[in-house]
């Protein structure tokens, strides 16, 4: 009995000397009035978890001093993330996660308040089939394009031009081949 009440205020003092991260989340407008059920706040990836109340306030106990990145996670909506300083005294100092640039510190005021950035998409939508896709395939580029371009060069040759006409006999003349059916 003695080693179990031991083991107990042991147990109690390291709570009462281990800190607490405490904060709150706000959804996006038009979030579900349940929508706190699925979220879990990280700190550390899974070192230590901490669940939404339903008033959007949580807390994480447990905490020595350290450096701490607090994730909250949710299926449907991206939260900001922020990195909590305890330091041995107990003070508690938050700043804003910035991976692409670490040395730009954003001081977040404490208890967090973390905002819903976005709705979390997974998929990409499927691209629609446009006409214009279809005009700049290449196969049919190989086709329409000399198409046109024989419109074009029959409009812009003027066959009423006596002169044209003549050279065009002449050339028809020269060319004459034989039918394939009189050689023998």
Not at 30 to 56: M, Q, S
Not at 133 to 145: E, G, I, K, R
Not at 151 to 166: A, C, I, S
Request: glycine residues 6%; aromatic residues 8%; proline residues 8%.
């Amino acid at each position: 009995m003695s080693t179990f009440s031991f083991l107990l205020i042991l147990w109690i003092i390291h709570l009462v000397e281990a800190n607490v991260i405490e904060g709150t989340l706000t959804p996006l407008p038009g979030a579900p009035a349940d929508w706190y059920v699925h979220a879990r706040i990280h700190v550390e990836g899974t070192e230590h978890v901490g669940f939404v109340k339903p008033d959007g306030s949580f807390e994480v106990h447990g905490l020595q001093s350290g450096s701490y990145v607090v994730e909250p996670l949710h299926p449907s909506f991206i939260f900001q993330t922020a990195r909590v300083d305890i330091n041995s005294k107990g003070r508690i100092r938050a700043r804003r996660v910035n991976a692409p640039q670490p040395n730009a510190v954003k001081e977040l005021p404490y208890p967090l308040r973390l905002t819903c950035s976005g709705k979390a998409v997974y998929f990409k939508p499927r691209e629609q089939l446009r006409t214009i896709d279809l005009l700049f395939n290449p196969n049919v580029l190989y086709v329409l394009v000399p198409f046109l371009l024989v419109m074009v060069l029959t409009k812009l040759v003027n066959t009423n031009d006596p002169e044209l006409q003549k050279e065009l006999q002449q050339i028809n003349l020269q060319q004459q081949l034989p039918d394939m059916g009189e050689v023998r």
